[in-house]
């Protein structure tokens, strides 16, 4: 077999191999509020005309996704992260042979960070950290380039235009960005102002949307991922979440889960000193700066630290490694796999599930009746049903944890609503249907919030809707079924229900 055919088997493997850990993996209930943020931005701006709690460049770009895949958009977003991981890979190889890493020590970095659990975990849940992982890798390919004395302005401009809308995706990958742009302005051979120009257009799309609807954007960029998981530990049995002293441990944990760690002790005992090098190592140190602001940490903000760090390595290998160090990153890779592996084993295939479930609920639906939004927690799964969700719950169980965050006025003003108000909001615009169950421990969720969902339609007199399945269920009005006429409500448990175009 030639070399070509090869590399295509070897990409093509690895793009089969991604995709089926997409499809296995268990669903996880982080991946609530992307899916419904996608499908709703088709036709509506994020932030002005729905919550949102990140930067908004994804969900306008995965919207076409969304609308592609229709009934099955959940299941496509997956497989669109799937395939960004590929992007992220082979990336990471290209940008090492563009910092002058030979073939070889270039395509070991690239398989060492596809089997890191960062990326793994990343690539395999419709969440938002494929998209930004793969715009920093890919911007490396123009950055490192320009340190080989080939600097061009369309390669200047696409490191702009890449790192700015990794961060216009996440908004920790605005350190790595600004890294950059200060170190552009030290080097000016990597042409500043052609990448301040590539950077305009996704700083632009967010100025634009804080226009549009300021409170509401500082709210979701700011405010709330500062102020949530204070709100919703320290009042629970977890509150040792919050310890600033286990972040490191935490960092350390999900870097030795993969290659990640031994890299670092093979980078800092070799003390690079090549500009390619150390211009990798201080993006990868803002990008684990930007992982460690947050409290607690997850293992998924590390992945913009990854594609550099992994760079690095390959500019760092020698020709042959000691065996000491094979078996520590073949001990650590196999550490990095373990954890997708024990996830797509330990249950159904992920997609199968969803699938199934989605047809279950959509038959029920039909059946009730039910044509108006749907109050969840899970809205991820309406997406096969063809209801739309109430948008009080496009953000899935995130904002509706939240114990104190927002007045109940301010509420009402951004389409919110938490566990403390349901019953007032509820009272006055009540949904078409509640579906529960989404939100549990097989979705990595909290049983106990659905439960609060739940407590008030049976509270309310609703009806139970029969239906197929184990984990969802269905109340709708007990007067009629669900559709999208609005009446008015006064008292929840005795009068009649309505229900609201969201």
């Given at each position: 077999m030639s070399q070509s055919a090869w590399r295509a088997s070897a990409i093509a493997a690895l793009a089969l191999l991604f995709a089926l850990l997409a499809i296995a993996r268990p669903i996880d209930h982080d991946e609530s509020q992307y899916v419904a943020a996608a499908i709703l931005s088709g036709s509506a701006l994020p932030f002005r005309d729905?919550?949102?709690?990140?930067?908004?460049?994804?969900?306008?770009?995965?919207?076409?996704?969304?609308?592609?895949?229709?009934?099955?958009?959940?299941?496509?977003?997956?497989?669109?992260?799937?395939?960004?991981?590929?992007?992220?890979?082979?990336?990471?190889?290209?940008?090492?042979?563009?910092?002058?890493?030979?073939?070889?020590?270039?395509?070991?970095?690239?398989?060492?960070?596809?089997?890191?659990?960062?990326?793994?975990?990343?690539?395999?849940?419709?969440r938002n950290d494929a998209l930004p992982g793969a715009l920093v890798a890919a911007a490396l390919i123009p950055?490192?380039?320009?340190?080989?004395?080939?600097?061009?302005?369309?390669?200047?401009?696409?490191a702009g235009l890449l790192l700015a809308s990794a961060a216009a995706a996440k908004i920790s990958c605005a350190f790595p960005a600004a890294a950059y742009g200060l170190y552009t302005l030290w080097h000016r051979?990597?042409?500043?102002?052609?990448?301040?120009?590539?950077?305009?257009?996704?700083?632009?799309?967010?100025?634009?949307?804080?226009?549009?609807?300021?409170q509401d954007f500082l709210f979701g960029v700011l405010i709330f991922p500062s102020a949530a998981p204070a709100d919703y530990y320290a009042a629970g049995e977890r509150a040792w979440k919050l310890w600033a002293a286990l972040k490191p441990v935490d960092a350390l944990k999900f870097l030795a889960l993969g290659p990640a760690l031994p890299a670092l002790v093979f980078?800092?005992?070799?003390?690079?000193?090549?500009?390619?090098?150390?211009?990798?190592?201080?993006?990868?140190?803002?990008?684990?700066?930007?992982?460690?602001l947050p409290t607690p940490i997850w293992r998924q903000?590390?992945?913009?630290?990854?594609?550099?760090?992994?760079?690095?390595?390959?500019i760092m290998l020698p020709e042959r490694l000691s065996g000491a160090w094979k078996m520590a990153f073949l001990i650590f890779a196999l550490a990095g796999l373990a954890p997708s592996l024990s996830a797509v084993f330990a249950g159904k295939p992920a997609m199968a599930t969803a699938t199934r479930e989605m047809a279950t609920l959509a038959a029920a639906m039909d059946a009730a009746g039910v044509t108006g939004p749907v109050a969840t927690l899970a809205p991820q799964?309406?997406?096969?049903?063809?209801?739309?969700?109430?948008?009080?719950?496009?953000?899935?169980?995130?904002?509706?944890?939240?114990?104190?965050?927002?007045?109940?006025?301010?509420?009402?003003?951004?389409?919110?609503?938490?566990?403390?108000?349901?019953?007032d909001s509820f009272r006055t615009r009540p949904p078409a249907a509640i579906l529960v169950g989404g939100e549990g421990a097989?979705?990595?969720?909290?049983?106990?919030?659905?439960?609060?969902?739940?407590?008030?339609?049976?509270?309310?007199?609703?009806?139970?809707?029969?239906?197929?399945?184990?984990?969802?269920?269905l109340y709708v009005p007990a007067d009629g079924t669900g559709n999208q006429a609005t009446r008015s409500r006064t008292d929840p448990p005795r009068r009649r229900s309505s229900s609201f175009s969201a």
């Open positions: 729905f919550a949102y709690l990140q930067t908004p460049l994804q969900p306008l770009l995965f919207a076409p996704f969304a609308a592609l895949f229709g009934a099955f958009a959940w299941q496509g977003l997956r497989l669109v992260n799937a395939a960004l991981g590929l992007v992220a890979v082979l990336c990471v190889h290209r940008a090492a042979r563009e910092a002058g890493a030979s073939q070889r020590a270039a395509t070991i970095a690239a398989a060492l960070f596809a089997t890191t659990d960062i990326l793994l975990f990343s690539i395999g849940v419709a950055i490192l380039r320009a340190t080989q004395g080939k600097a061009t302005p369309v390669g200047a401009f696409l051979r990597h042409l500043p102002l052609w990448v301040a120009a590539g950077a305009l257009a996704p700083c632009l799309l967010v100025v634009g949307l804080w226009i549009a609807a300021p980078l800092s005992i070799h003390r690079p000193r090549s500009e390619p090098a150390l211009l990798c190592l201080a993006l990868a140190a803002a990008a684990l700066i930007a992982a460690l903000y590390l992945l913009p630290a990854l594609p550099p760090l992994f760079v690095a390595l390959a799964f309406l997406a096969g049903t063809g209801r739309a969700v109430d948008k009080r719950f496009v953000t899935g169980p995130f904002y509706f944890r939240a114990q104190s965050l927002l007045s109940q006025e301010e509420e009402t003003a951004r389409n919110l609503v938490s566990a403390p108000r349901l019953a097989w979705t990595s969720g909290d049983s106990a919030l659905d439960a609060m969902l739940e407590a008030w339609a049976v509270h309310a007199g609703w009806r139970r809707v029969p239906m197929n399945s184990d984990r969802f269920r």
